[in-house]
């Protein structure tokens, strides 16, 4: 069955530090796979999106992500953190159509002044 | 344009009560959804539709049904309210995958707690 582990439930940056949230994806075929980001009392707002080609994505507010078949891998970087990127980020997979998802656990990230 | 739009936003229900998550969308999206979200758990999709009159079940849909007839309206009815449905609801929304975006959208979010 298709999962989604993200194995940090939390993490705390400073300010203007570089961040790599971790997200393992478990999945048969070739994975569409997603990051959104959940700013407190909101819902959530995609940041960015991986179906085929570059490896690389870039998405919204300077976040970039990678895939990385061998690994299993689709881990979103961000070069230096604003105070405002403190928020709940969520992995997820795209299963059996429809475009349904399949959400990690999420990891909250604070960041310090 | 307001995008997707879930009420109430709170709400406390007793023990065997029953209500009705309302959620509407203005973009004429095809597929809607209804996510719970547990502390630690991440989002579980409950139910979902491709188009109106037609839903069907996601992970956890015991305790709940849906209707959809029409392409904007998608509720969630919970019939006999239990403290296991204690939780934060999300409704969304998506174009077919055929429009090649993936993306959902997502309302604002229900906090409900069964007392």
């Known amino acids: 069955a298709q999962s989604v582990t993200q194995p940090d439930i939390h993490i705390t940056v400073s300010e203007g530090a570089s961040l790599e949230l971790r997200c393992n994806y478990s999945y048969g075929a ?10 407190p009392g909101q819902g959530l707002q995609l940041l960015l ?4 080609g570059d490896t690389l994505v870039q998405g919204i507010k300077g976040f970039e992500a990678e895939f990385k078949r061998s690994q299993s891998s689709f881990n979103l970087r ?11 980020y969520f992995c ?4 059996g159509g429809y475009n349904k998802l399949i959400f990690g656990a999420g990891t909250r990230l604070a960041v310090h002044p | 344009n307001a995008g997707v739009t879930q009420t109430p936003k709170f709400r406390i229900l007793k023990i065997g009560q029953s209500m009705t998550l309302q959620c509407t969308q203005d973009m004429n999206h095809n597929y809607m959804y ?34 959809r007839s029409t392409t904007e309206d998608f ?17 969304a929304s998506s174009y077919p995958r055929g429009a ?11 906090r409900l707690t069964v007392l």
């Open chain 1, 30 to 39: 070739t994975p569409y796979l997603f990051w959104y980001v959940q700013s």
């Open chain 1, 49 to 52: 999106k991986y179906f085929s």
């Open chain 1, 78 to 88: 961000k070069p230096s953190v604003h105070w405002s990127d403190a928020a709940e």
């Open chain 1, 92 to 95: 997820a997979v795209s299963s």
């Open chain 2, 34 to 67: 209804w996510y719970r979200q547990d502390p630690g758990m991440g989002l579980k999709l409950i139910y979902y539709s491709v188009g109106a009159g037609i839903t069907d079940k996601g992970e956890v849909p015991n305790g709940y049904n849906v209707s």
């Open chain 2, 75 to 91: 509720p969630l009815r919970l019939e006999l309210a239990a403290p296991s449905q204690t939780s934060v609801y999300f409704c």
């Open chain 2, 100 to 110: 090649d975006t993936g993306e959902l959208f997502f309302g604002e979010g229900s």
